[in-house]
Nanobody
Framework: QAQLVESGGGLVQPGGSLRLSCLAP???????????MAWYRQVPGKERELVAS???????NYADELKGRATISRNNSRKTVYLQMSNLRPDDTAVYYC????????????WGQGTQVTVSS
């Protein structure tokens, strides 16, 4: 079973919104809460790119492509990280993944299955 399980993707029209969720089902609170968490996305033929991150203290950072259109948040008691995206564009179409970041700001765990986001009319 994967350390992290993504959900919430789907088909949405341009300009629409989605909220993605990332659950850590096997982690206990004391393991999850100190993690620096991140969302990535990947389109076929391209490398996976980091699009948003949130520190244990809830400081956030966003890739330029999502600034102003996305909000990353976390609920440690639910061991869940969210990515709320709005004003979606066709070029947001991708498989979205979450992961924790290690001290080198690299992915800490193996990848889960991700959740597909398709923005199309």
């Amino acid at each position: 079973q994967a350390q992290l399980v993504e959900s919430g993707g789907g088909l949405v029209q341009p300009g629409g919104s989605l909220r993605l969720s990332c659950l850590a089902p096997r982690m206990i609170f004391s393991v999850f809460s100190p993690l620096h968490m991140a969302w990535y996305r990947q389109v076929p033929g391209k490398e996976r790119e980091l699009v948003a991150s949130i520190t244990p203290g809830s400081a956030t950072n966003y890739a330029d492509e999502l600034k102003g259109r996305a909000t990353i948040s976390r609920n440690n008691s639910r061991k869940t990280v969210y990515l709320q995206m709005s004003n979606l564009r066709p070029d947001d179409t991708a498989v979205y993944y979450c992961n924790a970041l290690n001290s080198a700001k690299q992915p800490r765990y193996g990848w889960g299955q991700g959740t597909q986001v398709t923005v199309s009319s």
